[in-house]
């Protein structure tokens, strides 16, 4: 029996291996893809790397695909790798036999901890044969990793990366300091791990070779648009490919709908500068005017099983920031509604005066495990969609119907619940009167949005069916920005001992890059200078990564590098071509960038990831919308 037994595990050891997906394999394709800038070649050695995997393990494809996008799980469960630092770098002492200080060197010069890695170990003498690592055993132990909390949590995880990084060979070293470190920076964005994905699948369809070139094209640009636009209503990699595998890409959209606890990647409204603007693009359509709330956008999901969650923007969990959210959804539904989705905007609400207070009352609430009792800014949900409703989704429907929907499945309760207030008005008197209205009562605008034809929710898009009309924007730049903090510059007089301006930058999704876009002095109160101080002291870096685009010149280099790791609201007068700042280089102008004339600070989104920042393809629409008073809808995942 003993005998049997060793066999058999022994059989099954070499049927796993013959599944598994070396690691050195993604590594290869890593290689190829960071020596390139051409977003068609990435696609090709992504798209052929995973056509093997979906051929000779497809069970693998779900690791490869996360390890691709550096991430261990969906978004929204939150769970991230993100290794700091100092455990890399004695991890990686540990495993070359260097000394932590020297590596800290090596990091100041090269600045990137993976190439130092790579060649430490390149230097290291080695005994005994290193065992060949699997994609699978990569995934699975980065996964143990970032699960390891509490007392010497430090020394096991250094303990897990070094059973990695002893069997690393070559490029492997580098990559898997990065993805530990969170970020591959190799220039993959996710929209090309999409299609990629989308390629793979149908390249691998056994009928694909009796196709034209022309056949061949179309089916790569259809797989490519469902999987793009799956992925926004169901952001969930293992549902994706595992209904890719079960039923082809083709039918991908039958097998993954909008699904409650999973939260879908929001409609964004398009900028105008002017109320005949609105006018403009409305022409002979039906449209609604609704307040628009300054507070943190809270999409509401509750399961069959009475189970609510909340989401932020971001698909961030806050059930646990608003459990006054949470108490109250049982009590505001109708009779008969079991599950649903709901787009709604929570904004901090006066009880005693019974009005809606500025988004600064907001911010000040706790993020993380409030407690009831200990609430002292009460918030009002005001809700202004429903886009899912007991089993069936609805962002087919036409927006009057949705509305319908949801105001006869919720019930109204004052200062805790009510329905977004809206009015059909059609003409620039009527609405400027509910402008006025509106920003009269602490809103920031309206949301103007089309009613009956082309109002289908649409997850992700920031759409040309919403316009959002800012009431101190009309005669500036139609919008503020959302920009990343790259750097400080050390503060004189009265604000010495911290910063006196930074410098920002915006991001650029296809190039991975932040790109500076301005410096900043003004909109701070002494406080906020502070706080900004003692946060981004924590996030200093030595030297600027290649990730990030600024011109080398005294005036513009700062005193002092940060991660990026935060996002501030920015307003400006306008925009205009740089000679030295370099956001969305290229687009507008051959060779130079664009900058803000006049920024100035807004308040910080904590709500958006530095990735989330404003793009630099926004940028320079919004550029060009200053003379032209024209844009165009744009979505996440679009083309490139
Ligand atoms: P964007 O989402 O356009 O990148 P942003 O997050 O800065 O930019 P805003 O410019 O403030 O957003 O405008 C859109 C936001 O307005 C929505 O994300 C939502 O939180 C909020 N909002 C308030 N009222 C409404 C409403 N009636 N309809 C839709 N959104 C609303």
């Given at each position: ?26 590594c290869?394709?890593?290689e ?25 393990s497809p069970?693998?494809?779900?690791h ?7 991430k ?6 939150g769970?991230?790798l ?9 991890a ?83 990559f ?5 470190e ?21 390249l ?40 890719i ?26 900028p105008?500068?002017?109320l ?27 399961l ?15 059930s ?11 009590e ?26 500025p ?6 609430r706790?993020r ?83 009613m ?10 920031r ?44 991001y ?35 030297t ?26 920015v ?28 920024p100035?600070f ?39």
């Open positions: 029996n003993d005998e049997h037994d060793t066999k058999s595990e022994e059989d099954s050891k070499i049927a796993e291996n013959a599944l598994s997906v070396p690691y050195s394999a993604l290869k394709t890593f190829e893809i960071e020596a390139t800038t051409k977003r068609l070649k990435i696609t090709e050695y992504l798209t052929k790397f995973f056509r093997t995997v979906l051929l000779l069970k693998s494809m779900i490869c695909v996360y390890l691709c996008l550096n261990i799980c969906p978004e929204y469960e769970k991230e993100g290794i700091g630092e100092s455990i890399l770098m004695k990686v002492a540990n495993a070359t036999g260097r000394s932590v200080a020297n590596i800290k060197n090596d990091c100041a010069e090269i600045g990137d901890l993976g190439s130092v890695a790579e060649a430490s170990k390149k230097k290291q003498m080695t005994f005994g044969i290193a065992k060949s690592l699997s994609v699978q055993k990569v995934f699975s132990t980065l996964k143990e990793i970032s699960a390891i909390v509490g007392s010497s949590s430090q020394a096991k995880k250094i303990e897990k990366i070094n059973s990695l990084l002893v069997n690393c060979k070559g490029s492997e070293t580098k898997l300091i990065r993805s530990l969170g970020k591959l920076r190799i220039g993959l964005a996710e929209k090309t791990v999409l299609i990629a994905i989308a390629h793979a699948s149908v691998s369809d056994p009928e694909c070779k009796t196709w034209s070139k022309d056949k061949v094209e179309k089916e790569l640009e259809l797989g490519a648009a469902i999987i793009k636009q799956v992925y926004c209503e169901l952001p969930n990699y293992d549902k994706i490919i595992n209904a595998a079960d039923y082809g890409i083709k039918s991908l959209h039958d097998h993954c709908k909008l699904t409650p606890g999973i939260p879908l990647k929001p409609m964004l409204a398009h105008t500068k002017s005949t603007e609105v006018l403009d693009r409305f022409e002979n359509i039906q449209f609604t005017c609704e307040y628009k709330y300054d507070g943190e956008r809270a999409q509401v999901h509750r069959e099983d009475g189970t609510v969650t909340i989401y932020s923007r971001n698909s961030e969990n806050l646990a920031k608003y459990p006054d959210i949470m108490a109250l959804i049982p505001v539904i109708a009779p008969g509604v079991t599950s649903f989705v709901l787009d709604c905007e929570a904004v901090a609400w006066d009880i005693k005066k019974k009005c809606i207070l988004f600064q009352v907001l911010s000040t706790k993380k495990d409030v407690a009831i009792e200990d609430i002292q800014v009460s918030v009002c949900l005001f809700a202004f969609d429903i886009l899912y409703l007991n089993g069936q989704p609805l962002i087919t429907d036409t927006l009057r119907n949705r509305r319908e929907k949801l105001k006869s499945s919720f019930v109204e309760k004052e200062g805790k619940f009510a329905f977004a207030k809206s009015q059909e008005a059609s003409s620039v008197d009527a609405i400027q009167t509910f402008l006025d209205e509106s920003v009269t009562g602490n809103c920031e605008g309206l949301m103007v949005k089309t009956d034809e082309g109002s289908s929710y649409e997850p992700s898009v759409s040309r069916n919403w316009l959002k009309v800012k009431k101190d924007y009309i005669n500036g730049i139609g919008d503020s920005l959302d920009l990343v903090v790259m750097g400080g510059y050390i503060g004189r007089g009265k604000r010495t001992g911290g910063y006196g301006g930074y410098l920002l930058a915006c650029d999704d296809d190039t991975e890059e932040y790109q500076s876009i301005c410096k900043i002095g003004t909109g701070f109160t002494e406080e906020q200078l502070k706080q900004h101080t003692d946060f981004l002291d924590q996030h200093k870096m030595d600027p990564p290649s990730y990030y685009k600024y011109s080398d010149t005294p005036n513009i280099r700062p005193d002092v590098w940060f991660k990026p790791v935060q996002v501030w609201e307003k400006a007068a306008d925009l205009s071509i740089s000679p030295v700042h370099l956001a969305g280089r290229g687009l507008v102008d051959p060779s130079k960038g664009i900058s803000l004339r006049f100035r807004i308040r910080i989104r904590d709500d958006k990831s530095p990735e989330q920042a404003t793009n630099a393809e926004q940028v320079a629409v919004m550029y060009r919308a200053q003379n032209l008073n024209s844009a165009s809808g744009s979505n996440q995942f679009e083309d490139d």
